[in-house]
């Protein structure tokens, strides 16, 4: 039975490529590092897309709604609104009914920052269309759709 040569300069990937969750992650990489090269400004990475984003679209959101929309955690929200603040790009404004809670706004430079990282988007976006069609898109979203559903099992 003759084995198979391996190339010593690359590992093989066996089945693993065969693994949704393997298959997925290497997306994933590919995709935002796609999205990393295409960005300018401030607004380098898909997370911290995501979170100007959503206070953009929901100025007055509070940390703990936008958390919750955006399934991450709490202390890595703050570092991201923390580093937005910094650079003047949101605020933290004390919320009205709640001490406790702060709601969030974009500043003047945050709706710039948001409209240049929105352009870069539409056109990684593009970038994915051309590579899988739109109807790979529509079909891509659905299926990873249904794989969200896996964590309300």
């Known amino acids: 039975m003759k084995t198979k040569e391996r190339n010593s300069s690359t590992a093989q990937l066996d089945e693993l490529d065969q693994h ?10 590919a995709v935002f590092a796609d999205f990393i090269a295409g960005q300018r400004g401030p607004v380098a990475r898909p997370g911290q897309f995501s979170v100007l984003a959503v206070i953009g679209t929901h100025p ?7 958390c919750a929309a955006l399934g991450i955690k709490r202390a890595n929200l703050v570092a991201v ?6 650079l003047g790009l949101a605020r933290r404004l004390p ?26 988007q539409a ?8 590579l899988l069609g739109a109807e790979g898109r529509r079909e891509l979203l659905e299926l990873l759709a249904k794989l969200c ?3 309300r099992s």
């Open 20 to 29: 949704v969750g393997y298959a997925l992650r290497r997306a994933q990489l």
């Open 60 to 66: 007055g959101i509070t940390q703990s709604q936008l």
């Open 81 to 86: 609104i923390d580093q937005f603040e910094s």
């Open 95 to 120: 919320s009205a009914t709640d001490r406790r809670s702060n709601r969030l706004q974009l500043t003047s430079a945050g709706q710039r920052a948001l409209q240049s990282a929105r352009s870069a």
């Open 123 to 130: 056109r990684h976006e593009a970038r994915i269309v051309k």
């Open 149 to 151: 559903e896996l964590k």
